[in-house]
Structures are given as structure tokens and as C-alpha cells.
């Protein structure tokens, strides 16, 4: 039987549905990652690593299709990036889960491989929690990377080297796509100024979260130093993430959804 959810015919699902699978739905974005990589990254990133952990889970876990599209008007400057608006990108992304739940799944995880997309899939997988029986939560794939791997892998500046179509983007597709990376294009940029209280890094998230128009402080589309890239660190680093990735969906397939209590009626 196929791990891909798409590629069963309703009874087959009705079925598969009673034996409570872990829902798995990859959430990306069509976005400007710099000169050397594709507007794809994103749900590339997401697709694939989702994929990787969902064979090794099967039947516990069903793969969604991808929502390629997400939240990135603060890259619009750039071409080729398409910006959905987020109170549309909540209602899309929670429909997707809500429509899950209503068929009788009731794990449904969210894996993001998009950084802006972050509150939005927060919002929309709480409404599937609060709409629904079911339990929904996201996971971005770069914070399923273990502190020692992630040290051991990345050299760039702290703050600032790893943020966008920087060392680690670019590390995971020269390991998952190569096809799709121009070397001879990348350079390194941290256009962004950072202060006592605000920086961009993956690593380490700032105390002010914010963000805005990035053609204010990027040229390039790079924030980070892609330049440090290599197939090796991103084949490390996604064999960590698809590691801990089933080991998340093994939690969420075994966790016990308790039964609500009204407390109205004494
Ligand atoms: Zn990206």
C-alpha cells in the first residue's frame, strides 16, 4: 500500500483512516533563494525530508500533497516570488486539516520548510485542534536539527551566516538536488545590520521577532554565507532531521488524545 494519501481511492482511504496514520502535509513556498538557488527550495526542503521520514513510517504516517504556496510579501521585490496573504494562507492551511479530521485522521503534522510561514501554520494548526477532535502541530525542519550536528556541520558568523539561501539552504539542495544549484552564483551576503536585540539566524531566533521588506538590506536575495555550502554538510544534516522527523510522527502515532470535560455542570 502507498504511504502517498493522493494516490488512494476513497475506500482505500476510509480504511487506511480507521488504523489512525500520523497526516503528514509539507508546507513550502515559491520564493527568491538568491542567484543559485530555485524559487522551489522551500517545498523541496520540506517535500523531500517529509518523504524520506514518511517511507520509514508506513502504514503509521500517510504523505499530503505539498502546499507549495506560502507568506512572502517581504520578498516581492524579487521576481519569480508569489505572496499569498496570510489570513488566506491560515484559512487554506487549516482546511487542509480540518478536512482530515472530518474523514476520521486525528495526528495531523504540518512540516515547514519555509521560515515566514511559521505563525500562520501555528494559527491554523490550533484551529484544527480547537474545531476539531483531532491533535495538529507543525514542525520546521531546521529545528529538528540537534545542537551537536548543527555546530559540528555549519562554520558561518554567528549572528547572521545562517538565514536564507545561505550555508545550510544551500548544503540540503546540494544534497537533495544538485541539478538545481549554480555554485559559480553564490555568494556571501549579511546585508542585514544586527543589534543587541535583533538578528537573523536560524541557529538562534532573536529576542525581536520581526521582519521586513528584504530588499532594504539584501541585494543578492542572500542573508548568510552559501559559499560554505557543500552536498556532505546537507547529506548530515538531513539524515539528522529525518531521524528525529520519524521519531516525532513514532510520538505523535503512540500519544493518547484525552477526552475533553465540560465543567459547567457541577
Ligand atoms: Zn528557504
Not at 140 to 153: A, D, N
Request: charged content about 20%; proline content about 7%.
Amino acid at each position: 500500500m502507498t504511504y502517498l494519501y493522493h494516490e488512494h481511492s476513497w475506500p482505500q482511504i476510509r480504511e487506511a483512516a480507521a488504523r489512525k496514520p500520523v497526516c503528514v502535509i509539507p508546507c513550502g513556498t515559491v520564493e527568491q533563494h538568491g542567484p543559485h538557488l530555485p524559487l522551489s527550495t522551500d517545498f523541496i526542503t520540506a517535500g523531500m525530508i517529509s518523504e524520506l521520514a514518511v517511507k520509514q513510517v508506513a502504514p503509521d504516517a500517510l504523505l499530503l500533497p505539498t502546499i507549495y504556496y506560502g507568506f512572502n510579501e517581504h520578498h516581492m521585490d524579487f521576481p519569480g516570488t508569489v505572496a499569498i496573504p496570510g489570513p488566506t494562507y491560515i484559512d487554506y492551511a487549516a482546511h487542509v486539516g480540518l478536512s482530515l479530521a472530518r474523514h476520521g485522521f486525528d495526528k495531523i503534522l504540518y512540516v515547514n520548510g519555509h521560515g515566514s510561514n511559521r505563525p500562520f501554520l501555528e494559527i491554523a494548526a490550533r484551529e484544527v485542534c480547537n474545531r476539531t477532535d483531532a491533535f495538529a502541530g507543525l514542525v520546521s525542519w531546521w529545528s529538528l536539527i540537534p545542537r551537536e550536528v548543527m555546530e559540528r556541520t555549519l562554520t558561518s558568523e554567528m549572528p547572521g551566516g545562517v538565514s536564507h539561501a545561505c550555508e545550510l539552504e544551500t548544503s540540503v539542495l546540494l544534497y537533495l538536488r544538485p541539478d538545481l544549484v549554480d555554485m559559480s552564483k553564490a555568494v556571501k551576503e549579511t546585508g542585514f545590520r544586527p543589534g543587541r536585540y535583533m538578528w537573523r539566524d536560524l541557529r538562534v531566533s532573536s529576542p525581536l521577532v520581526f521582519n521586513e521588506q528584504w530588499s532594504r538590506f539584501s541585494r543578492t536575495g542572500i542573508q548568510g554565507d552559501p559559499t560554505l555550502a557543500s552536498a556532505e554538510k546537507g547529506r548530515v544534516i538531513v539524515e539528522a532531521v529525518v531521524e528525529n522527523l520519524v521519531g516525532l510522527i513514532r510520538e505523535l502515532r503512540e500519544r493518547e488524545i484525552l477526552p475533553r470535560v465540560d465543567h459547567h455542570q457541577p
